[in-house]
């Protein structure tokens, strides 16, 4: 099972990216899925997390209202818009795939990680 997480970059204070991710080699559209970052000398936090439906979603208090979760279950994929990011939003983001069909906010309810991808927001 791979997930493959795609979309970072380097992007100006107060500017826009979209996160992908997709899965192989099975589906989650059982599943619910989540986004997490870890920004150097942190720990992992979590970041978003959306039900299995597409129905329910969650954020951390400190993305709220700039970031959003979605998810298309035909390509077996999760999205996150990132709208006015700062550079305290640098962090490598990881897709996560959960054991339950709603989102949760504890890392270690998910069982499917992606490898990460690099999110570098410049002042």
């Known amino acids: 099972v791979q997930l493959q997480a795609s979309g970072g970059g380097l992007v100006l204070a107060g500017g826009s990216l979209r996160l992908s991710c997709a899965a192989s080699?099975?589906?989650?559209?059982?599943?619910?899925l989540g986004w997490f970052r870890q920004a150097p000398g942190k720990e992992r936090e979590f970041v978003a997390a959306i039900s299995w439906k597409g129905d329910s979603t969650i954020y951390s208090d400190s993305v709220k209202g700039r970031f959003t979760i979605s998810r298309d279950n035909v390509k077996n994929t999760v999205h996150l818009q990132m709208n006015s990011l700062n550079p305290e939003d640098t962090a490598v983001y990881y897709c996560a795939a959960g054991r339950r069909a709603y989102g949760t906010t504890a890392p270690s309810e998910y069982t499917y990680w992606g490898q990460g991808t690099l999110v570098t927001v410049s002042s």
């Open positions: 080699r099975r589906t989650f559209s059982n599943n619910g």
